[in-house]
C-alpha cells in the first residue's frame, strides 16, 4: 500500500494490542462502512493524543465475511478516504482496532473470546452500528420471529439474533460480578437507546421465563448504574465503497483496493468513503467510566438534548432537505444530489423547506446551532459529488414540523409553501413517471405496492375525483404523523397535486411559480 500523502500515525500497534488483550475498554458490534469511516477514526484520534492506550475490539454477529475479508487480511487496519467537496481525497490509516471477531456461538473460538472480554471488568463499553432492523425482535404483526422464538426457547448456547449474542455476553457479566457497562447504540434512528434496552430486556425475560437466567439477571440489566442504554444522534454518511475512490486510489499507486462483495451482499473494501462533516452526540451515562470521547469531536450531554439534537436533524435541518432534493429531482430528470444542486430552482426550493419554513419551529438543542448546520448541508455536504443520493421517506421528516405549525400560537400552517408542495410531489413520485412523461424506477418501500394501486388510474393530465384518489393518502397517520387534512393542509396539498398532474413540464413550472410568488 502506497504511503504517500496517508496520515499514519506513530504508536506501537504491539503494545496497543497487548494493553488491549489483558484491559480491554472498548467493544463495536458492526464492523461495516459506519464504524469503519467513523469510529474507528474517533479511537485512533484518541490514541494519537494519548487519550485512549487500548484499541477497539470489533465484533460483527452477521456477515462472517466482513472480518475474514475485510479486517484479518489486512491485519484490522482501514485506510479511511474523507471525500472533501471540492474532489480532494484526505487519506488517513486507521490502526486503532485491535482484534476483529466473527462474534457467534457457530464460530466458538471467536465467541469465547469476545465473552472473556465481556467477563473483564476493565470493559467500559460497548458501541453499536448494526442499522435499526438490528434490534427488532417482531414481525410486522408485532410477533416475535421464529429466529427470536427460537433463541429464547433454546437459551443462551446457541444464540443467533444479534440481541440474543449481546444478551448472552451481558449474561457472561452478570456472572462475573455483575460488572457494569455502557451499551451504547450509535444506529441512525430516534430515541435509539431505549428501543435497544427494550429489545435486551425482551430477550432476557424471556429467558428467565425458560429458566435460562436468573431474575436477578433483569434486575441488573434495569439498573442503570451497572448497565445503561445512552441514547444518541449520529451524522455521518458513509456510502458504500465507491468505484470512483478505489480507482483514484490505484492511480495513485495504492494496491490491494479492490472491492469487496459477500455472499450476504454487504459491500465493503479495505478502505472506507465517507464525508467531511461528522456528528456524534451521546448521553453522558456510562456506568464503568470512559475514555475523553470529547477530545475527538463528540459530544456528551443528556438524554434531553440528544433527542432535542436528533429531532433537529430527523424532522427540519437536514432529512427534509435531502427528502424534497430526491423528490424533485427525480421527477426532474436528476441522477445525483449534487447535480440537483447544481439547479437554481432546487436550491431556492431547499432554501425555502429549511430556512424559511423548517427553521422557525426548530427547538434549539444549544449544542449545534441549528442555522449552521442548514449552513454546511446546503453549502458543503449537499454539493459533494461523491455522496450519494438519499431516499423520499416523508413521514417524520415533515410530519414533525406540521405538528409544531399546528401547535404554534404564531406561526401558521396554511401559511406553509414549500413543505405541502413537496408532499405533493412525492404522491405524483408514486406514478414513477417523470416532468418528461417517462417512466423511472421507485425506490423500495413497504407501503409502495398499496399507494400505487390508490393511484392506479392517475396519470399526467387526470381529470377524475382527485380527492377520492389522494385523500386515503394524505389522511393515513402512518405515512405522514398525522391526518392532513385535520391539520389544515390536505386541501392544499391536493391543489398541488393537481398542478403537478397537468402535463409534462408541469413539475417544473409549478416550482417556479412558486418560487417566484415567494420572492416578492
Known amino acids: 500500500m502506497a504511503e504517500r500523502d496517508v496520515q499514519i500515525t506513530n504508536i506501537n500497534i504491539d503494545i496497543l494490542r497487548d494493553k488491549t488483550a489483558s484491559k480491554p475498554q472498548w467493544v463495536h458490534f458492526g464492523g461495516g462502512n459506519l464504524y469503519r469511516g467513523f469510529h474507528a477514526e474517533v479511537a485512533q484520534e484518541l490514541i494519537n493524543q494519548g487519550k485512549l492506550e487500548t484499541g477497539v475490539v470489533v465484533c460483527e454477529t452477521y456477515d462472517e465475511n466482513i472480518i475474514d475479508e475485510a479486517y484479518l487480511p489486512y491485519d484490522n487496519a482501514i485506510l479511511e478516504v474523507i471525500m472533501h467537496e471540492d474532489g480532494k481525497l484526505e487519506k488517513k490509516l486507521l490502526q486503532s482496532t485491535a482484534a476483529a471477531y466473527y462474534c457467534n456461538p457457530s ?99 424471556g429467558w428467565v421465563t425458560q429458566e435460562h437466567a436468573p431474575q436477578a439477571f433483569v434486575d441488573y440489566l434495569e439498573d442503570s448504574n451497572k448497565v445503561s442504554f445512552p441514547w444518541s444522534m449520529i451524522d455521518r454518511i458513509t456510502p458504500n465503497p465507491s468505484e470512483s475512490v478505489k480507482t483514484a486510489l490505484e492511480n495513485e499507486g495504492f494496491e ?5 462483495h459477500t455472499p450476504k451482499h454487504t459491500n465493503i473494501a479495505p478502505f472506507a468513503n465517507t464525508e467531511v462533516s461528522h456528528y456524534l452526540v451521546i448521553e453522558d451515562s456510562f456506568p464503568n467510566g470512559r475514555p475523553e470521547l470529547e477530545a475527538a469531536g463528540v459530544i456528551l450531554t443528556d438524554r434531553d438534548t440528544v433527542d432535542k439534537a436528533d429531532t433537529m436533524k430527523v424532522t427540519t435541518c437536514l432529512k427534509p432537505l435531502h427528502t424534497s432534493l430526491a423528490v424533485f429531482g427525480n421527477l426532474l430528470g436528476f441522477t445525483s444530489i449534487s447535480g440537483e444542486m447544481a439547479d437554481e430552482d432546487l436550491v431556492d426550493l431547499v432554501k425555502q423547506v429549511g430556512y ?45 414540523t406540521i405538528k409544531k405549525y399546528v401547535e404554534s ?62 385523500a386515503p393518502i394524505l389522511s393515513n397517520e402512518k405515512i405522514f404523523g398525522l391526518d392532513l387534512y385535520q391539520a389544515g393542509l390536505g386541501e392544499k396539498v391536493e391543489g398541488y397535486i393537481a398542478e403537478l398532474l397537468r402535463g409534462p413540464g408541469a413539475v417544473r413550472h409549478t416550482l417556479q411559480a412558486l418560487l417566484a410568488e415567494n420572492k416578492k
Open 256 to 260: 490491494g483496493v479492490e472491492l469487496i
Open 107 to 205: 464460530r466458538s473460538e471467536s465467541y469465547e473470546a469476545v465473552k472473556a472480554i465481556f467477563e473483564n471488568a476493565s470493559l467500559q463499553f460497548a458501541t453499536f452500528t448494526i442499522t435499526e432492523k438490528g434490534y427488532s425482535l417482531t414481525d410486522i404483526n408485532g410477533n416475535y420471529t421464529a429466529l427470536v422464538e427460537k433463541d429464547i426457547a433454546e437459551g443462551p448456547d446457541s444464540a443467533e439474533h444479534t440481541m440474543a449474542i449481546v444478551v448472552s455476553l451481558l449474561l457472561a457479566r452478570f456472572y462475573a460480578g455483575q460488572l457494569p457497562i455502557a451499551m451504547v447504540t450509535t444506529d441512525n434512528f430516534s430515541q435509539n437507546g431505549q428501543k435497544f434496552q427494550e429489545s435486551i430486556l425482551g430477550i432476557a425475560k
Open 356 to 400: 424559511v419554513e423548517g427553521l422557525p419551529v426548530v427547538v434549539n438543542p444549544e449544542i449545534i446551532n441549528p442555522k449552521d448546520f442548514i449552513d454546511e448541508v446546503v453549502k458543503k455536504r449537499l454539493v459533494n459529488s461523491n455522496i450519494p443520493d438519499t431516499s423520499q421517506k416523508v413521514a417524520i421528516r415533515f410530519g414533525e
Open 409 to 470: 400560537d404564531t406561526l401558521y400552517v396554511k401559511e406553509l409553501t414549500f413543505i405541502p408542495l413537496t408532499l405533493a410531489a412525492w404522491v405524483r413520485y408514486l406514478l414513477g413517471v417523470d416532468d418528461n412523461g417517462e417512466s423511472f424506477a421507485i425506490s423500495p418501500d413497504p407501503l409502495l405496492a398499496d399507494l400505487q394501486a390508490q393511484l392506479s388510474d392517475v396519470t399526467l393530465g387526470f381529470s377524475g375525483n382527485l380527492h377520492d384518489k389522494v
